[in-house]
């Protein structure tokens, strides 16, 4: 399965990002989940495609949104994309993507890692990351990623399919 | 369709992930140089990106800025002002008290560094004071700032007289400990009329100048440490740095240069807000852009201090609100009724809110305004200025 054309996704990962520090803002946005993550969680698929570059650019493109509205180095972003995709790689293999809960605990386990990463950037900033809110925003991510249910690439149904 | 082997797959994960790992571990133990390069790449994408997410975040809560109050705000120059009041010792015939502001404290080490080196005719072994305590003496002078070793730094002998009842000083020595301790009285001509509380005054070494006994420079209060009865008592020097010392310092001077006063260099560039709240982080953070050509650690918005800058990022960066009383260690309050000084704990236990000022150290100039002890973090209005208090390179040890 293909993912979403660049041209589609560029422009709304800028506006998400333009959207992000109102959105923090509102009540209960600490909990909400990292937008980006989940964006690049449901614009490549799993299993991987072949051709991984176009998964490193969206890393690369979504670590450099995000910083530009946070305090948070794009080091941590860029790990914790990385992290995310390979944890999410690693489950999804072994794990049914056409169950739910499943799903939801692998999206769950993918954004453990960036958020004990922005946790640990937070205390060396000297601010302090919430571990109840850490917690909701990975949950969060689960969630939607359980509700959002891309299927298994096809790859058997198309040509250089996933990129 | 071409299916990668194994092996092929296996090099490509074993590549990717050392990648990762790579990055997460710059992420974890962050070198400030790659930061840097990368900062200085990706500026010209993020600046704007965060600017216009500013703007549009303005154009949506559409939030005033409340300025209220700093007209109001006691000036820089009254915590100066109280500083030289209580500071400036005893005048003493045909010698000058040369006034040099701090750069930094380590208590540890037992050293203040002072930002007054040769540039002001300082050398090694002038008496340092702040009002009619004793500090220590010039330990390693540099071209733009000094090492003031205090009396209490580890393995420092300093001559004091007890005053005893009879009116005689009895003379003694005590050896500091370091850490900021009690330093111990060494040697004594005589412990009987010793008593807990009596004040002990600094004794000048044979090669001083004469005078500088008229300035009657206190070192602390006699103390006794440990159980006399198990017979491991000790006589100590209970002491405190005024928090005055902390901002400046006098030092006893037989000929000087045209000025009294040494002035640490001070940057400022004007500044404008990017964003007032960070994605991740919330509304503790904000974002702003200043095209100064050094890197700044202090913001300010109408002469109160509105963030500390902790991350730049080469013409843009991102600061943290605090509250006054935020600052806890980095903020000094000031008295007037009193007309005193107080350091971070015996200003937390006021009972009434005193107005409070930066600490100074670590590039952030002292006395800046910060506001009540308590009021609530203010938020940043459009237009604001960066400051850093600068040294030069070698200077800053």
């Not at chain 2, 730049?312 to 605090?322: C, I, P």
Request: charged share 20%; aromatic share 8%; proline share 6%.
């Amino acid at each position: 399965m293909k993912g979403p054309r660049l041209r589609i996704l560029i422009p709304v990962a800028i506006l998400v990002t333009l959207l992000a520090p109102i959105l923090r803002q509102l009540p209960g946005g600490a909990q909400l989940p990292d937008v980006w993550l989940v964006l690049l969680l449901l614009s490549i698929p799993v299993p991987a495609p072949d051709s991984w570059r176009r998964s490193v650019h969206l890393v690369i493109l979504f670590g450099i949104l995000r910083s530009s509205v946070t305090a948070i180095s794009p080091f941590t972003a860029w790990a914790g994309f990385g992290m995310a995709l390979f944890v999410r790689e690693t489950l999804a293999r072994r794990l049914s993507e056409y169950n739910p809960l499943l799903r939801l605990v692998t999206g769950f386990s993918a954004a453990v890692p960036l958020a004990l990463l922005d946790r640990l950037a937070a205390q060396q900033l000297g601010a302090e990351l919430d571990v109840t809110d850490a917690w909701i925003r990975c949950l969060c991510t689960g969630l939607l990623m359980a509700f959002f249910h891309r299927p298994a690439r096809a790859s058997f149904l198309s040509k250089g399919g996933g990129r | 369709m071409f299916l990668l082997p194994g092996a092929e797959r296996y090099r490509r994960v074993l590549l990717t992930g050392a990648a990762v790992g790579l990055l997460a571990v710059q992420a974890m133990f962050p070198l400030p140089q790659i930061e840097h390069v990368v900062s200085v790449v990706l500026a010209p994408v993020q600046k704007p990106i965060a600017a216009l997410a500013g703007e549009l975040d303005d154009l949506l809560t559409g939030t005033s800025v409340d300025s209220t109050g700093v007209a109001l705000a006691p000036t820089r120059s009254a915590l100066v002002a109280m500083e030289r009041r209580l500071g400036l010792p005893a005048a003493i015939p045909g010698m000058a008290w040369l006034e040099v502001p701090v750069w930094s404290l380590d208590l540890e080490r037992g050293r203040l560094v002072i930002a007054a080196g040769t540039d002001f005719h300082l050398a090694k072994g002038q008496v340092v004071a702040f009002g009619e305590s004793f500090l220590g003496r010039l330990g390693e002078v540099r071209e733009h700032a000094a090492d003031v070793e205090l009396w209490s730094a580890a393995g420092l002998r300093t001559g004091l007289a007890v005053l005893s009842e009879t009116g005689l000083p009895i003379r003694a020595v005590c050896f500091g400990r370091g850490g900021g301790g009690a330093a111990v009285v060494e040697w004594s001509e005589d412990e009987t009329d010793y008593q807990d509380g009596q004040a002990l005054m600094w004794r000048p070494r044979p090669l001083d100048p004469p005078n500088l006994e008229q300035a009657g420079l206190h070192l602390g209060a006699l103390s006794l440490e440990g159980d006399p009865n198990r017979g491991e008592a000790l006589w100590v020097v209970d002491h405190a740095i005024p928090a005055g010392a902390q901002g400046r310092v006098f030092i006893a001077a037989g000929a000087v240069g045209s000025e009294l006063i040494a002035d640490p260099a001070e940057r400022r560039h004007g500044a404008s807000r990017l964003l007032r709240t960070d994605a991740l982080l919330g509304s503790g953070w904000y974002a702003l852009s200043s095209s100064a050509d050094f890197t700044p650690t202090v913001v300010t918005d109408q002469a109160k201090v509105s963030g500390e800058l902790r991350v730049w990022r080469s013409g843009w960066g991102w600061a943290r609100r605090l509250a006054p009383a935020a600052w806890d260690e980095g903020a000094v309050a000031l008295n007037p009724d009193a007309g005193e000084l107080l350091g971070a704990k015996a200003w937390e236990e006021s009972a009434n809110p005193l107005p409070l000022f930066t600490r100074g150290g670590a590039h952030i100039p002292r006395g800046l305004w910060l506001g009540y002890q308590d009021e609530a973090a203010m938020y940043p209005a459009t237009s604001l200025e960066v400051l850093r208090l600068d040294a030069q390179a070698e200077d800053s040890r």
